[in-house]
């Protein structure tokens, strides 16, 4: 890994994200497969943007990242499988790694919702435990890793964004804020986000189960 830190283009974030986001939330199926690799980046559920990622196409990313030694691979069985080194060669604790992992995979996020998305794969404590290990990420000594972009108008939160594939471009369209004169509260909106991150992640977990029977089956698989 050189001294200087890459910037990584969009897709190399997203193999790197979906490496890490499976190493917990399908640990049976970590190191990744090729066909688990490419399936996590097309994911069209917790996904910002939605990309259509080719075998090709991620075998690219994977040799760049491994130029990098930010992904590592290994043969066993009938194919290669991918893992990720982030946590070693960025020197950070599991908890940055997650925030790093949701910020790659969603684009930027409050702390409230990365409290949220990180749920199935960190139980932070409280919003501001979240805001401690964001805080570090920024003030890192060999360089920052995120960055707290300006609030939007008329939003109560200010976002944060990965510094991975360079400094973002704060203009980008974020979620709608919620003002108070709208007929739901905050709390409101974030039991429905937290349901609908739950439900994502559950279809997600089955289609992976899906994939793994079929191909253990020898047969295609459906979804």
């Known amino acids: 890994m050189p001294s200087t830190l890459p910037t990584l283009s969009l897709l190399e974030t997203r193999v790197l994200g979906v490496l890490a986001e499976k190493q917990r939330t399908v640990p049976d199926s970590y190191p990744l497969t090729l066909n688990a690799l490419v399936s996590g980046c097309n994911q069209k ?42 946590d070693r060669v960025l020197h950070l604790p599991s908890q940055s790694v997650i925030l790093l992992t949701v910020l790659m995979l969603r684009g930027p996020q409050t702390a409230g919702e990365l409290r949220i998305a990180c749920d199935r794969m960190h139980n932070f404590a409280d919003i501001s435990s979240v805001e401690g290990f ?78 793994r029977v079929c191909s253990e089956l020898g047969i295609a698989s459906p979804v």
Do not use: C, I
């Not at 003030?139 to 939160?157: F, Y």
């Open 45 to 86: 559920t917790s996904r910002n943007p939605v990309l259509e990622v080719s075998d090709a196409q991620a075998q690219a990313a994977l040799a760049s990242l491994k130029g990098y030694s930010l992904v590592s691979e290994t043969s066993g069985g009938r194919s290669f499988r991918y893992a990720h080194n982030a």
């Open 134 to 211: 964001l805080e570090e990420m920024a003030e890192r000594p060999a360089g920052a890793l995120v960055v707290k972009l300006a609030r939007l108008p008329g939003a109560r939160e200010s976002r944060w964004a990965h510094l991975l594939s360079g400094a973002p471009a704060e203009a980008a369209a974020g979620p709608e804020p919620v003002s108070a004169g709208d007929d739901v509260s905050l709390g409101e909106v974030a039991a429905l986000k937290a349901n609908l991150a739950r439900l994502e992640a559950e279809v997600a977990d089955l289609k992976a189960l899906v994939a």
